[in-house]
């Protein structure tokens, strides 16, 4: 199993400029999820789509959109990027129904906005 | 909201243990992580505990819950360089998204 891939792995977009962030895992979790990392300030939720055809907003939703387009994918993207929304994103992928409810996290996408 | 922090940086000596701590404001938290993090990849589950246990051990890691304090710890034994990363604390309840701390940063020096 590959667990949870993203792609790609870095972008570098000039502000205005629109992009998609692409996650797909194969363990055939409801939960998937999108975080931005920025330093010193751990995690930080976008949206997150509790199971296929949901989808809702997270701690920081301004300027991203997202599309559940199965069980298994689960894009955001970015219309009009801003500087602001340079930083490392993580997708991740839960089981709800398993003890501990554990978030399986994929290696994330550097993000550069100039 | 819910709040998590922790301390930005420890440093520790090679075979001595670490104590990282976190503490957090949601008394309804259900569960509470531990998670690692290694340089330029994604973030992976070391431990959890669930809210009605006071500890956990599990190998050289062990958790310590104090729940009237809202204190969470993690002592790693026997510390070793491979032990050098981030961790972030992180709480939450079965089904729902999860809160992170800013992750304190573990350097384990020879």
């Known amino acids: 199993n590959a667990g949870v891939t993203q792609t790609p792995k870095f972008q570098v977009l000039k502000t205005g400029q629109s992009m998609t962030l692409q996650c797909a895992q194969d363990m055939n979790h409801n939960s998937m999820y999108w975080y931005r990392q920025d330093p010193g300030m751990g995690l930080r939720l976008i949206y997150y789509s509790a199971s296929e055809g949901t989808t809702d907003k997270g701690e920081v939703p301004n300027g991203y959109n997202v599309s559940r387009l199965n069980k298994r994918e689960f894009s955001l993207r970015l219309e009009s990027a801003a500087p602001s929304q340079t930083s490392v994103y993580f997708c991740?992928?839960?089981?709800?129904?398993?003890?501990?409810?554990?978030?399986?996290f994929g290696p994330g996408t550097r993000l550069t906005v100039l | 909201g819910e709040d998590v922090e922790q301390s930005l940086f420890l440093s520790v000596r090679e075979g001595d243990s670490s104590v990282i701590n976190c503490t957090y404001t949601d008394s309804s938290s259900t569960y509470l992580y531990w998670y690692k993090q290694e340089p330029g990849a994604g973030l992976q589950l070391l431990t959890y505990?669930?809210?009605?246990?006071d500890m956990k051990q599990d190998q050289r890691l062990t958790v310590l819950l104090n729940k009237k304090d809202k204190h969470l710890s993690l002592r790693i034994a026997d510390t070793q360089t491979g032990d050098s990363a981030i961790y972030f604390c992180?709480?939450?309840?079965?089904?729902?998204?999860?809160?992170f701390g800013g992750g304190t940063r573990v350097l384990v020096k020879p």
């Open positions: 992180a709480t939450g309840a079965a089904g729902n998204k999860l809160t």
């Open positions: 505990i669930f809210s009605n246990m």
């Open positions: 991740a992928s839960s089981d709800s129904t398993s003890g501990g409810d554990e978030q399986f």
